[in-house]
């Protein structure tokens, strides 16, 4: 059923323009691991407080530098190098492939914990010394550098084992669990058989099954989710849907709602045996309190800002001549710059739009969105000012990856300009530091620190796992862990 704007409207009227239909920020706090703050003018000094301040008990106290030079954390914590490349090994005998991303984790047997990690490998495999090894059966282009592997970690947190569980994809970056116990994982890439050296098309999403090897074999794209520049991906286990996002700009990108077919009942390796236009690709078409069309996430300013959502059907999802984002016309769908990671929970999906610039109407350096299925809205929970001097330690910018923690509220890794953190954003939406990356992948001159991926805790909630995308290093982090207030 459409959510027209007259009905948005009219419901809106009862709250305010800006303010949630479902309730005050305090109501909506009580959601275990929800995220909710006060309104604040994204144009004042410490939007969401991303300097760390608010009270000794927030957070987990100051970074302590590394005399390794690699992770910086609080006190009382520390880290594990789980993979590296060019040092740790797969089963077969290559290196652990470059270009760490997104991440998930899975329960193994006797105690141990699976990971399947990406590999952001874009382009021809001349391009990298460590592209995903061409395992065969594994393969779905053999010109192509990147894919997906499978991490053994033992209940000791020690490294075990590592194989591949896709290769000859591109550009592996984000991707999503689900229910079932399986990843997707994403190309964010466009290319067609012929660019770039591929042979064939790319901009798909994969299954990769962590528990059997053999599902894995003879890897094809679930095309029904479209052909464009994916991030991430979420699943509604309650309806089926499949939300997805889109990094791309000129235009700006696209949030996504796959509805599948009647009847279609999900479940391990079902999504591969779709026909390619099985079910409906939508995206969304966004409405303000008064009943405005929304043009660009980008527009709201205020956490608390909450948007009515229709969905537009799309028209040629496996883009055979123009892309998806550019087959709608202004006026017709709602963009957003750099849509990212995303993290199903308290039913429904946080959603990372990582920064906003000249491409959009206004400037900012991260939101964090929830979409509530039930209620077809988009609430805004997290919004960063823009960071003045990225080269300073102290002030949060560009989420990318995301999680919601166990201890509560979100954890975020930064994939912004300078310093690079992973941080922590709570219930009332203030913000504190996690972890710092300390390798400096640059010169004394001109430092250089490679972006935080992967973000995701073990099952049983005692170690978070992250990853330093360049040069390509695996960590887990264990600690005092308390819920965040």
């Not at 929800?34 to 939007?47: C, I, K, S, W």
């Not at 106290?61 to 030079?69: A, F, Q, T, W």
């Not at 590296?84 to 006797?110: I, M, Q, V, W, Y």
């Not at 009942?265 to 008064?290: F, M, N, W």
């Amino acid at each position: 059923m459409s959510l027209s704007r007259r009905d948005f409207a009219k419901r809106s009227a009862y709250t305010g323009a800006g303010v949630a239909l479902v309730g005050s920020a305090g109501v909506l706090a009580t959601a275990p691991g929800a995220l909710a703050a006060e309104a604040t003018d994204a144009g004042a000094a410490g939007v969401a407080d991303n300097h760390g301040h608010g009270g000794a008990s927030l957070g987990y106290g100051p970074l302590v530098e590394d005399p390794k030079g690699i992770l910086a954390l609080p006190k009382g914590f520390r880290y594990k190098i789980i993979t590296r490349t060019g040092e740790t090994k797969l089963e077969s005998g290559e290196s652990t492939p470059s270009n760490h991303d997104g991440t998930a984790t899975f329960e193994g047997s006797r105690g141990a914990t699976l990971l399947v990690n990406n590999h952001e490998l874009a382009g021809p495999r001349s391009n990298w010394p460590h592209p995903v090894p061409l395992i065969e059966g594994l393969v779905y282009d053999p010109a192509a550098s990147g894919g997906c592997t499978v991490v053994e970690v033992s209940k000791h947190g020690d490294h075990v084992t590592e194989w591949v569980g896709i290769a000859g994809t591109a550009t592996n970056c984000a991707g999503g669990r689900t229910p079932w116990g399986t990843w997707l994982t994403c190309e964010e890439t466009e290319d067609k058989a012929g660019q770039n050296g591929m042979t064939k098309d790319h901009g798909y999403v994969f299954e990769v099954d962590p528990h059997d090897r053999k599902a894995n074999r003879d890897p094809k794209p679930i095309k029904a989710l479209g052909r464009y520049a994916h991030e991430a991906v979420v699943v509604d286990p309650k309806r089926g849907h499949l939300y997805l996002t889109e990094d791309a700009s000129g235009p700006n990108g696209l949030l996504y709602r796959w509805v599948p077919p009647h009847g279609f009942e999900h479940g391990r390796g079902k999504l591969g045996q779709l026909k390619d236009d099985a079910g409906v690709l939508q995206a969304p078409k966004c409405y303000d309190s008064g009943g405005n069309f929304v043009d660009d996430l980008s527009r709201a300013t205020k956490t608390g800002t909450v948007y009515g959502v229709d969905w537009e059907t799309v028209p040629d999802r496996d883009a055979k001549s123009v892309s998806v984002r550019k087959q709608f016309k202004d006026g017709e769908i709602t963009r957003a710059r750099k849509l990212e990671g995303m993290w199903w929970a308290d039913g429904g999906a946080y959603i990372v739009s990582s920064f906003a610039r000249k491409e959009s109407p206004v400037q900012h350096d991260g939101q964090v969105w929830f979409y509530d299925p039930k209620r077809r809205t988009l609430t805004l929970k997290v919004l960063l000012g823009v960071n003045p001097d990225p080269s300073k330690d102290g002030a949060f910018d560009g989420p990318d990856n995301i999680t919601v923690s166990p201890y509560g509220g979100l954890v975020i890794a930064e994939d912004g300009e300078g310093i690079q953190h992973l941080f922590g954003a709570t219930e009332d939406g203030r913000t504190y530091p996690i972890a710092r990356n300390d390798l400096n992948i640059g010169t004394a001159e001109e430092p250089e620190f490679s972006e935080f991926t992967g973000v995701v805790f073990s099952p049983d909630g005692s170690t978070l796992f992250a990853n330093i995308q360049v040069p390509g290093i695996m960590l887990a982090i264990t600690g005092p862990w308390r819920r965040q207030r």
